[in-house]
């Protein structure tokens, strides 16, 4: 607000010490020059008079004479004034909307706008950095799941497209350079009372991102930083000065890529608890034995070419770079997009190909021409461009490396069930016994729809439950709070809990006997309903002590305790 104060006094000084000296000298000549009134006697107008007639003469009102009509003299005086008076008037009007349509007022004022919505916001929110296809989908899973956000878009357009969505046009949302210190500010980060949760840099410029990084970590050291990144400086940049999490999306790729190739049921469950919640559970996939094809060995290629050599899978690589091939033996020159290059390199040998250039239609090419020459291919594809998903989704890739999905799924997976996380690296490093086990016991509550995913924290209000049961001298156990309380009789809910943290100790798909104590945190994967029901049943007190002894307390408290003394 200080700053539009300053802006609009600095543009409009000139015009209102012109206006204010125009006005006060009409005024004082109009009170002093001798009018005549009806009778002939000489008067002379009042200052009140002379301020009415000056305004609604500059201002081309003219209501008429007055108090009584003008002599000569004074309709002289009227008409010199007349001019510098209106003129003045026009000046100020002029230089008024030249301000309104100024860029730099209008950005003064979209700022003070972002910074009251900031101080508006209620709940928790994250500050999101880039707001492309990725940030889209990130803001939307943060929606879904009660958190909000606010958004910062060098795009000015993106941020004006905002306001026309249903969705999004209640956010706050400011246009500008996202690296900018202010900005950041501005957002709620220097603010240690603001509701801000963390930071999200996913702009497609991996310099944007670290200096995004560096400013929130010095700011606030406490906040985590959610930052995206494609090269591997940056990553160990990032890495170096405690960004909690630096999203590398075709190192995830390749990672998964790699897991798909040693343990099929792990890449299965893991995609499964990582797939928007609702959309239908992918079957089993299973990469074959063989010799392989890596179509282009850049900042993608690379990273899935050394999870081949991990997994001792031979593959011929294809890339136009002679400096590439050359490192490689067998290598061929070329894109890969040509039948020729193709059949070079093995094409009707081999048992799968990865398209892995950084052009899309080159990818789709390579694809399409390599499975004419060998329909029993299985492919892997790299997709940029977001609006090409038809096109990937029809061309018969078996598996689609989709940088933005991959960075939004891990973010969104950090940001709102950090313990997910930790489960999943459990489960990479887990038997294939651990992992059928759970892909026995989520398929049996999905009913072929992946899971929702959600934490539950014993405190608070949630521990209302408890504390009943500890009244009551219950023990409350995992398999209660798993049990539908609102049914004639207790009906298992559609979940299951994936790990209990409790202090420094983490338990991985406990036993259902496993006593709750208040501070537990439990990782649960299901049917969105289930977590109503226990959510229900951890506020309501006597809920889960009637599910724990077996009989029905009554509700309030004089009654229980009535019961409790019939009891004994």
């Keep these: ?26 005024v004082f000549g109009m009170a002093m020059i001798p009018g005549q009134d009806e009778l002939g006697n000489a008067v002379r107008v009042t200052v009140l008079d002379a301020l009415y007639f000056v305004a ?48 730099q007022f209008r950005r003064v004022l979209e700022r ?16 999101v950095c880039g707001f492309g296809y990725t940030g889209r989908m990130i803001v939307t899973g943060l929606l879904r799941r009660n958190i909000g956000a606010a958004v910062l878009e060098r795009e000015e357009s993106i941020i004006h497209s905002m306001a026309l969505s249903d969705r999004f046009s209640h956010l706050p949302a400011l246009p500008g350079d996202v690296t900018d210190r202010r900005l950041l500010e501005l957002a709620g980060l220097d603010s240690e009372i603001s509701n801000c949760r963390g930071v999200i840099a996913i702009t497609n410029d991996d310099h ?39 999203v590398d999306p075709y190192t995830i790729f390749a990672e998964r890529f790699y897991l798909a190739l040693k343990s099929p049921t792990k890449y299965l469950v893991q995609d499964w608890l990582i797939s928007v919640p609702g959309s239908s559970l992918r079957t089993e996939i299973r990469p074959p034995d063989g010799r392989w094809i890596v179509a282009g060995v850049g900042r993608f290629g690379s990273r899935m070419t050394a999870k081949l050599d991990e997994a001792e899978v031979d593959y011929t690589v294809i890339d136009v770079h002679p400096d590439r091939v050359a490192a490689r033996p067998d290598s ?31 990818n789709l090419s390579i694809v399409m021409t390599a499975l004419e020459l060998n329909p029993d291919l299985f492919v892997v594809s790299r997709q940029e461009n977001p609006q090409n998903d038809e096109l990937f989704d029809s061309s018969g890739a078996h598996l689609v490396a989709r940088r933005s999905l991959i960075v939004a799924r891990r973010i969104l997976t950090v940001a709102t069930t950090p313990l997910l996380k930790v489960f999943l690296e459990h489960l990479v490093h887990q038997d294939e016994r651990f992992a059928k086990t759970l892909e026995r016991r989520l398929g049996a509550v999905l009913d072929g729809y992946s899971p929702g995913i959600w934490t539950i924290e014993l405190d608070g209000q949630n521990a209302e439950s408890l504390h009943a049961a500890t009244r009551e001298g219950t023990r409350i156990r995992l398999e209660h709070l798993m049990q539908n309380a609102r049914t004639q ?47 229900f049943s951890l506020t309501e007190p006597t809920t889960l002590v009637s599910l724990a002894t077996g009989r029905h307390l009554p509700r309030g408290a004089i009654m229980r305790r009535l019961a409790r003394k019939r009891a004994r």
Excluded at 58 to 86: D, S
């Design 1 to 26: 607000m200080n700053d539009i104060v300053w802006l609009t006094m600095r543009r409009m000084r000139t015009p209102l010490i012109l206006l204010i000296l125009v006005y006060t000298f009409s």
């Design 489 to 535: 009789e207790a009906e298992p809910l559609p979940c299951i809990c994936l790990m209990l943290e409790r202090s420094s100790l983490r338990q991985f798909m406990p036993d259902e006997r496993e006593e709750l104590m208040e501070g537990d945190r439990l990782l649960f994967a299901g049917r969105g309903a289930a977590r109503q029901e226990m959510l």
């Design 332 to 362: 061929v020159l070329g894109r890969g997009t040509e039948a020729a290059t193709l059949m070079q390199a093995g094409v009707q040998e081999a048992v799968g190909i990865i398209a892995g250039t950084g052009d899309d239609v080159d």
């Design 208 to 246: 944007a991102n670290l200096t995004i990084a560096i400013t929130s970590k010095l700011l606030r050291p406490d906040l985590p930083v959610l930052a995206r990144a494609e090269t591997r400086r940056v990553v160990a940049n990032m890495a170096s000065f405690g960004t909690d999490l630096t």
């Design 56 to 103: 609604i003469l500059a201002t081309t009102i003219g209501f008429g004479e007055i108090p009584y009509t003008f002599t000569e003299a004074q309709r002289l005086y009227a008409y010199i004034i007349l001019f510098p008076n209106v003129v003045a008037w026009l000046y100020s009007i002029g230089t008024i909307i030249s301000l309104i349509v100024d860029p």
């Design 112 to 127: 003070a706008r972002f910074s009251r919505a900031i101080r508006r916001v209620s709940g928790s929110y994250y500050i």
